[in-house]
């Protein structure tokens, strides 16, 4: 007996000596989606249908490429006066085109503000508040043991009501860009990220695609990290960026099949698929939504990029910037296809990111001149890079100053398409090309809306109410006197307050229960990155999802 003890001692002792040495409770978890990571066959080739030989009977209905860039901080383009590196590929966008400084994402994180992209529609209208993340992320990130003097808070009792990941998707009720244009006679495609559902109900080809390149999850790697091509930064002050390496896969799915590796770095191969898909529709009306993964992390850049930004000391900032080299470049790609096909003057390209840069990468400025990062409903997190060209039919090289929104999307696609939109179902977007071109007059929305969990925002003229919980505080702010928020001024303006509360509360009566709740509530600071200390009074915000 005594010798069962002493052998069920050691026992216990080695098992709690590897679970530390793994990393206790994140570690497990991370071991654990390691060995879950699906398998990924060689690469092969796509075939993409082959369109029309003659532009017979395509009539004059422009195609639309949207691309959207993810994670794309304000100051990452050197268009607005940042960026570690030239920028010219998007600048063009903007001095061909319309550059609209008041673009605004549909939500501070990545899959909401997709979905209301893809709707026209805020998200909470369907209940698409949070971003999809599956329980074993929520985990690592809610128990990260950090030295902030604040902390996440896990909700461990919504577990139970959690669905799996995979099936946290886009409802098919709503009504995509793609399924609008395509029951129009547009042939539609789909190459890049997707994160609004795995499940084959939730695919793009479910929701108005007829071809689709890409993955379903919120990130990819770029390329095999042990590829000698491959240049690394590892974030380890970053739950998210651990959880990723060890769940991600280097992998693509064509129309729904099995996962199989793309050719080279993520970012190029979807350009050299993009530009093989434009020359094959050349004859044919297509919408094209380009969903690049970068320079969300992980970070990885090609050595051919890492090298062309020598001049950048700091390891993560020059593969980041090796990334916004990439991204630059294969835009400038794109368009080069489009010249090459014939059709860039039918051709309406919008450009955005999703949300703004996150403080997880540990780069400070993403964001200048602005506040606030990626999960905030600060400027920082959703005023974004935003820009439209038509040659011939947009004013090249003008600004549009109104606040806009990434909802409006669907409805100057449809506009530009001659294609009416839904009418069974409120459409929140709004068609900007009479604005852009003179025809109509006036601002296209007196007020915008944001929200995830307790955290709410409207914004209506230059005012703009921020409620935060933990601890409830009222944050407003004159954009027109101080864009940066840095000044609350709540305090002294009660009356406006109350306006904009009541605002809120009418916004709120048109919402829906979240499709799913939100199990983690983590702090963000407003004014320095992840990496960097915290301090006591330290500004913050805290992110359901």
Known sequence: MKRLLIALFV??????????????????????????????????????????????????????????????GFNDVGFYGGGRVPTPNIDRLAREGVNFPAGYAGNATCA?????????????????????????????????????????????????????????GLPVTEITIARLLRDAGYHTL???????GETREFQPNAHGFDESLGFYSGASLFMDPKDPEAVNAYQDF?????????????????????????????????????????????????????????????????KADYDAVAGIA????????????SLDRNVGRVLAALKQAGIDDRTLVVFTS??????????????????????????????????????????????????????????????????????DRPIDGVDLLPFLTGARGGRPHERLFWRSG??????????????????PRDWLFDLKADPAERHDVAAANPEKVAELKAMLAAFRQEQVKPLWPALI?????????????????????????
Do not use: C
């Not at 789909?190 to 609004?196: A, D, P, R």
């Not at 709410?456 to 933990?470: C, F, H, I, M, R």
């Open 454 to 471: 307790p955290y709410e925002v409207v914004q209506a003229g230059d005012w703009k109410l921020q409620l935060t919980n933990l601890p």
């Open 521 to 545: 509530e983590a702090p963000v600071p407003l004014d320095h990155p992840l990496n960097r200390p915290w301090a006591p009074d330290d500004a913050h915000i805290y992110w359901s999802n």
């Open 238 to 302: 970053d739950p998210i960026d651990r959880f990723l390496w060890a769940a991600l896969p280097y992998g693509v799915r064509w129309n729904g099949g099995d996962m199989f590796r793309p050719k080279g770095h993520m970012t190029d191969y979807l350009t050299d698929e993009a530009v093989t898909a434009i020359g094959r529709n050349r004859n044919r009306p297509f919408f094209m939504y380009l969903a690049y993964n970068a320079p969300h992390t992980p970070l990885q850049a090609t």
């Open 314 to 325: 700091d390891h993560t900032e020059r593969t980041y910037a090796a990334m916004l080299l």
């Open 112 to 168: 909401p503000s997709r979905a209301a992209l893809m709707t026209g529609r805020y998200p909470t209208r369907f209940g698409f508040e949070f971003t999809p993340a599956p329980i074993g992320l929520a985990r690592v990130i809610g128990h990260f043991d950090s030295t902030a003097p604040v902390k996440p808070v896990y909700h461990e009792e919504r577990e139970a009501e959690t669905p799996p990941f995979e099936t946290m």
């Open 354 to 423: 999703d949300n703004g840069g996150a403080h997880y990468v540990g780069i400070d400025g993403l964001n200048k001149p602005y506040r606030g990062w990626k999960a905030s409903f600060f400027e920082g997190g959703i005023r974004v890079p935003f820009f439209m060209r038509w040659p011939g039919h947009l004013p090249a090289g003008s600004t549009y100053g109104a606040p806009i929104s990434h909802f409006d999307i669907f409805a100057t696609a449809a506009g530009a398409a001659g294609v009416p939109v839904p009418a």
């Open 11 to 72: 026992l216990a002792a080695v098992l709690a000596g590897a679970f530390f040495a793994i990393g206790g409770r994140e570690g497990v978890i991370l071991l654990a989606v390691r060995f879950m990571s699906p398998a990924v066959a060689a690469n092969r080739e796509v075939a993409w249908d082959e369109g029309p030989a003659t532009p017979e009977g395509r009539g004059d209905r422009p195609n639309v490429i949207v691309i959207l860039a993810d994670d794309l």
């Open 190 to 196: 789909h190459l890049g990220k997707w994160h609004l």
